[in-house]
């Protein structure tokens, strides 16, 4: 059975992300996967739904299930906390 994460361009681009040392790497290997993914990480309000529908990779899935049962946590109001507030995005 030949290797399907090798033939996603977008599941190599997470590994190398969450693989990365330096917060350089971390910057460049996240903006080259929103660029593989047609992402724009500035889009706040959705962009954490559209990298999980369109990142389906099993690796990807693990961090999106704790991501979400950490958000789900009554001392985050189930994932309402937070809504207005902005991160900023990658500059290069």
């Known amino acids: 059975m030949a290797n399907q994460d090798a033939d996603n361009p977008s599941h190599t681009s997470f590994e190398n992300f969450v693989q ?3 917060c350089k790497d971390v910057k460049h290997h996240f903006a080259v996967l929103c660029k593989q993914l047609n992402l724009n990480p500035k889009e ?4 954490y739904s559209r990298l999980k529908e369109k990142l389906n990779y099993w690796k990807a899935k693990a ?3 704790r991501l ?12 309402k906390v937070c809504t207005k507030n902005k991160v900023g995005g990658t500059s290069e």
């Open 44 to 47: 706040f309000g959705s962009f």
């Open 68 to 79: 979400d049962q950490r958000a789900a946590h009554t001392d985050y109001r189930q994932g």
């Open 20 to 22: 990365a040392q330096t």
């Open 63 to 65: 961090l999106w299930k």
